[in-house]
């Protein structure tokens, strides 16, 4: 904590910073773990165009997945990449307009759909008389053991080589449309901690379910590939996310993986065995009450993370050690009580620093990154600070 203080004395918390020794530690690793497939940079854990392209500059990263086609396109145009996958299909009758005016864009952005009625959205909005709209098939990968029983997240109604081999042909009888891609996210390997703290008996489950879907995925997978492959040639077949590179990495079928979180190494990645990032990025909140021994208020930090409410979801205090947060407040609005002998040596102005639970929401709370190389500390815009929300 002393260096992140001296470094950052002059800035007035609340504030985030992004430390480039582990954010570059941690992109090696994920290359590393990829054993030699692309790694595709999922923007949406990110956030932030100036590390997008230092992610892009290391060598085993190759092209964008992006969250949004309004996203891409803006990355595009900003020359971040020709090479994007927008990995959620888009409704947004505007951004596609403009990707169909675009032949440069049409070129670079591929777009996910797992439906006849994506392709009829499309040409509602943007007519028969443009560039083919470049598309990748998302298949479901969630793990289906019993009859009505769905594990994994809920994304397309393709499950099988048949279905796949159905909506591929169906895209491929489209004029104005070219397959170029598969996608298949496994969800309940790649986004579930296998060693929850305290919970043995969790970890044990989850690393059964893990094995066992991952059996039964692999065989679907290339399964689906071959289904599709004896119609088109594909560019890419696209798999995996930050908890699950190495199993993927080893399926003949994939091509190409999808990593994002792991660059930032925020705590919800602590529940996982078989790596651990470094924390890249975390952020101070100033104390600006002692109201009891053992207490200190901050000022703001109630940056709670998406999915399921739970203690998982809420920030953790990192610095100084030994701090906690209520059980009655939690991460307030405007104020967050810590708790802890830690407590006593605080004083009024003094920082707390904090890691969030999941990567690339915490940029949607900071108009900047204030980037820590050596002793060097340079800000930069997030996508809230250069005043782009994408959803």
């Known amino acids: 904590m002393p260096r992140l203080d001296e470094i950052t004395s002059e800035l007035d918390p609340p504030f985030a910073v992004v430390d480039l020794d582990a954010f570059d530690h941690n992109a090696a690793d994920l290359v590393r773990r990829a054993a030699g497939r692309p790694i595709r940079v999922a923007t949406k854990s990110v956030r932030c165009r100036e590390l997008l392209s230092r992610a892009l500059r290391t060598p085993g990263f190759a092209g964008l997945m992006c969250y949004s086609l309004a996203e891409a396109l803006w990355l595009h145009r900003e020359g971040v990449s020709d090479d994007i996958l927008v990995a959620?299909?888009?409704?947004?009758?505007?951004?596609?307009?403009?990707?169909?005016?675009?032949?440069?864009?049409?070129?670079?952005?591929?777009?996910?759909?797992?439906?006849?009625?994506?392709?009829?959205?499309?040409?509602?909005?943007?007519?028969?008389?443009?560039?083919?709209?470049?598309?990748?098939?998302?298949?479901?990968?969630?793990?289906?053991?019993?009859?009505?029983?769905?594990?994994?997240?809920?994304?397309?109604?393709?499950?099988?080589?048949n279905q796949a081999r159905r909506a591929a042909g169906a895209i491929l009888r489209r004029k104005g449309f070219q397959l170029v891609g598969l996608m298949a996210y496994e969800g309940q390997i790649a986004g579930i901690g296998d060693a929850p703290t305290g919970r043995p008996l969790r970890g044990a489950a989850v690393r059964w379910l893990q094995r066992r879907s991952a059996a039964e995925l692999v065989e679907r997978r290339a399964a689906v590939v071959r289904a599709v492959r004896a119609l088109t040639s594909l560019e890419f077949v696209n798999g995996g996310g930050t908890g699950s590179l190495e199993r993927t990495a080893a399926e003949p079928a994939v091509t190409e993986l999808a990593?994002?979180?792991?660059?930032?190494?925020?705590?919800?990645?602590?529940?996982?065995?078989?790596?651990?990032?470094?924390?890249?990025?975390?952020?101070?909140?100033?104390?600006?009450?002692?109201?009891?021994?053992?207490?200190?208020?901050?000022?703001?930090?109630?940056?709670?993370?998406?999915?399921?409410?739970?203690?998982?979801?809420?920030?953790?205090?990192?610095l100084p050690r030994g701090l906690r947060l209520t059980a009655a407040e939690g991460a307030g609005e405007v104020q967050t009580p810590v708790v802890g002998a830690a407590a006593d040596r605080l004083r009024l102005g003094d920082r707390v620093w904090f890691r969030h639970a999941k990567a690339g929401e915490l940029a949607e709370r900071f108009t900047h990154y204030h980037l820590i190389d050596g002793e060097q500390l340079t800000a930069v815009p997030t996508y809230r600070g250069e005043g782009k929300s994408f959803g």
């Open 88 to 161: 959620y299909p888009t409704v947004d009758r505007g951004a596609l307009r403009e990707l169909a005016a675009d032949p440069a864009a049409a070129a670079a952005i591929a777009l996910v759909v797992d439906s006849p009625e994506h392709l009829d959205l499309i040409d509602a909005a943007v007519g028969a008389t443009r560039p083919d709209i470049r598309l990748c098939l998302e298949v479901d990968a969630s793990w289906r053991p019993l009859p009505g029983l769905h594990i994994g997240t809920r994304r397309s109604p393709v499950h099988s080589a």
């Open 259 to 318: 990593a994002g979180s792991g660059l930032i190494g925020p705590s919800l990645f602590d529940a996982y065995r078989a790596f651990q990032p470094r924390p890249a990025v975390q952020y101070a909140l100033p104390v600006v009450h002692r109201p009891a021994p053992r207490i200190a208020t901050l000022f703001g930090g109630g940056y709670l993370a998406s999915g399921p409410p739970g203690p998982d979801r809420v920030p953790v205090p990192s």
